[in-house]
């Protein structure tokens, strides 16, 4: 089970951290990526990294901006998003496959375990 939360409102220009928990599982060995999706929008990919520190893919419109990075002792995955859009309002899931690579990110996002959204809107 995954657990996502941090998400809120905040100005144009501000920051905010993404936390996903995972329980019964530990994520060793494991491909997680934070996904988003906005009103009237598909699902689209944000980043993804493995367990191990690698990380497999940041989406062009948060290159720069958002960064990807886990404790494993935590067994948690962050999401640090600074100089927010208002582009970037949107539900933001996280998302976990057994297999350390983009095999089941590509083409659709079909992770194995995914965890309820946390919201996230930008706007002054």
């Known amino acids: 089970q995954l657990q996502a939360c941090g998400g809120g409102l905040v100005q144009p220009g501000g920051s905010l951290r993404l936390s996903c928990a995972a329980s019964?599982?530990?994520?060793?060995?494991?491909?997680i990526g934070w996904l988003r999706q906005a009103p009237g929008k598909e699902r689209e990919g944000v980043s993804c990294?493995?367990?191990?520190?690698?990380?497999?893919y940041y989406a062009d419109a948060v290159k720069g901006r958002f960064t990807i990075s886990s404790d494993n002792a935590k067994n948690t995955v962050y999401l640090q998003m600074n100089s927010l859009k208002p582009e970037d309002t949107a539900v933001y899931y996280c998302a976990g496959d057994p297999s350390p690579d983009l095999s089941s990110w590509y083409p659709d996002y079909g992770m194995d375990y995914w965890g309820k959204g946390t919201q996230v809107t930008v706007s002054s």
């Open positions: 019964g599982f530990t994520l060793d060995h494991h491909a």
């Open positions: 990294m493995t367990s191990s520190g690698i990380v497999l």
